[in-house]
């Protein structure tokens, strides 16, 4: 591949690059660092995409991308197109057909010469239709003239109308010889670059305008109603498609055609118009496709597209997160000089104002050492946080103003979540000091980004014969597999036989859209414990973590988020699994307000969750003494 430097003329302390959150990178400000030129030369991390792109761009060769989106697919499709050679484009017209007014020719050549022609033809047309002005007014001069000799002057004034009104009507035949030109290169520095991401199949392969006069001398001739498709713009270049399944197979498969091909008619694409009638000579369509799309558009795109694409080219993916290094930190500080040189009008980041949104890609990568590579969400964060400091006229965008910015960008899910606590602190559903028996503090993540809080209580009553759970909702699942894993610890340690009870599990105000209940095993079983036992359960703890059947507590996602929900709804403890402890990556505001407990065992749970010892004490000690030893046997998980 080929390794750019950062920032030629910006200073690097070595020494200190280590600790430094900017890499060493001595800067004042964003406004220090060089922007390199080209878009291939910006783009952060996906080494492997880069250098694929890099490769196909000398071999001419298709790409598939698959990865999240704003990782920089888009960013490099275009960049792609830089690197294309720029000599072989081409300008593309369309005449009308002397022989058939229904199938345009089709003419290409070389950048630039498009426009000679067209200027060619249309002086040509000009100086016919001047002429054909001289005859008229000489015509009705002449017959005026007569007409007065005549003393016929009504008749006359009549007749010149009528000749006047034959050549206006007459004179777009003249039109016909003026070709259209559909695609102009004449201006372009570099190879074209066609993002047909959600395109129609018009917009994509070309179409012919309906014509609403077809004869009787208003109508436009055809060819002057020709457009050009993404194809065809993209002749030479670079034709990107995001979310490529969702065009239609029809249009898919016509794409594949075009591929196949490197040329392809333009034809009326709603049926029922005009335009349908009208077919054009092949219109070339030589270019290189980029599909790009998450792993599931990908499965769902026509396989014979895909087959095609994969088989003349290459396949890669996108990564989510990049090791946090000193070099890479760098180049996150070009980054955000990057977009501050790109949007054109926001002040530059000061040093603290770099640091504080390094620390958010740090945040947000959810893994430890890691920066997030989702650039454009990280992209519109740098965009408010100088809106805010260019609303103010200041010359330089602070610490400060990120901080404002991250509050006001917050995602959707997120502004639902901190809305539902809100709501529920109405309703007094908020944390307490007390202990309450089978009802846990549960944590779920909504969205991708934010945590909830959401409690769990569970009932034990006997059953009608066989035992049951009864949960309600999409959580329904979670919640029995949940119980079948602690009922085989319960069996261990009391006479109470799980499976001759129906155990009533129930989300409170769970009717959250896209709340995501996977990780909430060990709450579901300590809410069941502390009910079957009836001891209460401290109401200033949270937890989150998943339960084996041997006891164990096991990582869950989104620890970091699930946190700070737990710490903004006042919880004073938080239980996760010890094997997410090097996730938490918690903001200072929140590490101040809560204290976090790792776990690797149920008992452990029980320990910090439980009140009202010696009954609590008792049961944590049997429990310790099963979990730890009794399942050490059954290698299970
Ligand atoms: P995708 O096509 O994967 O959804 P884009 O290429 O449209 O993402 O990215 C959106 C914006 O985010 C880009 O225009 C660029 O400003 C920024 N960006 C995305 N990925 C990167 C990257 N790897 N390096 C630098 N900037 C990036």
Known sequence: GSTVEVDPGVEVDEENAEDDLLGGLKIDSTADIEVPDRLVDQVIGQDEARDIIIKAAKQRRHVMMIGSPGTGKSMLAKAMSQLLPQEDLQDVLVYHNPDDGNEPKVRTVPAGKGEQIIDAHKEEARKRNQMRSILMWIIIAIVVGYAILARQILLGILAAGIIWFIFRYTSRGTDAMVPNMIVDNGDQRTAPFEDATGA?????????????????????????????GGIHKANKGVLFVDEINTLDVRTQQKLMTAIQEGEFSITGQSERSSGAMVQTEPVPCDFVMIAAGNLDAMENMHPALRSRIKGYGYEVYMDDTIEDTPEMRRKYARFIAQEVDRDGR????????????????????????????????????????????????????TRDDVLQAKDRSRSIEQQLADDYIERRKDYELQVTQDGVEGRVNGLAVMGEDSGIMLPVMAEIAPAQGQGQVIATGQLKEMAEESVQNVSAIIKKFSDVNLSEKDVHIQFVQAGQQGVDGDSASITVATAVISALEDIPIDQSVAMTGSLSVRGDVLPVGGVTHKIEAAAKAGCSKVIIPQANEQDVMIEDEYAEMIEIIPCSNISEVLDVALMGEPKKDSLVDRLKSITGSAFDQQAVS
Not at 205 to 225: A, K, Y
Not at 350 to 371: D, P, Q, Y
């Open 346 to 397: 926001l002040p530059h980041f000061e040093r603290e104002a770099v640091e504080e949104i390094i620390l958010e890609a740090k945040r947000r990568a959810g893994r430890k050492e890691h920066l997030t590579l989702l650039f454009r969400n990280l992209g519109g964060l740098v965009r408010v946080a100088g809106d805010i400091a260019r609303a103010e006229d200041r010359e330089y965008t």
């Open 200 to 228: 129609h199949a018009g917009a994509l392969l070309g179409d012919v305008r309906h014509d609403p006069f077809q004869s009787g001398g208003m109508e436009t001739p055809s060819h002057d109603r020709v457009e050009p």
